[in-house]
């Protein structure tokens, strides 16, 4: 799926995106500022979460319950100074929970992410719109 879009129309893109066919890990690539985060707060607006507030840049992973009361994990692997880092942390036991885990920055974990999994790439236009890309 391959889809252009204003912020105006976030909310919509993001119902768009969660009516696909989606694996329980979804990777976000894109270049700084090209709307990640921004865009994660969609979803998780359409799953019902309303106490995200901000990215887990400083945490690397916050929780959230949804409306029908499954768990969230928004990572942002950002900071994030090694694989060791992250496997510390237990990163390993977010992926198979069996919960819904959005992350970004994912290129800093190659190693240890499952290879069942959903990639979005975001793109920033001239005309300051993004490009969204599913895979």
């Not at 840049?57 to 949804?66: A, G, I, M």
């Not at 060791?84 to 036991?93: H, K, L, N, P, V």
């Amino acid at each position: 799926m391959e889809i252009s879009f204003s912020l105006d129309q976030i909310d919509q893109v993001a119902q768009q995106i969660l009516a696909q066919k989606l694996k329980n890990i979804i990777l976000f690539h894109g270049a700084m500022g090209t709307g990640k985060t921004t865009f994660i707060k969609a979803i998780a607006r359409q799953l019902g979460v309303n106490e995200m507030t901000s990215s887990p840049t400083f945490s690397l992973v916050n929780e959230y319950t949804t409306n029908d009361d499954k768990t969230l994990y928004h990572f942002d692997l950002y900071r994030l100074n090694s694989e060791e880092e992250a496997y510390d942390m237990g990163i390993d036991e977010y992926f198979y929970s069996g919960s819904l885990c959005l992350i970004e920055w994912p290129e800093k974990t190659p190693n240890l992410i499952p290879l069942d999994h959903t990639t979005v790439t975001l793109k920033t236009l001239h005309d300051g719109r993004r490009h969204l890309t599913v895979k």
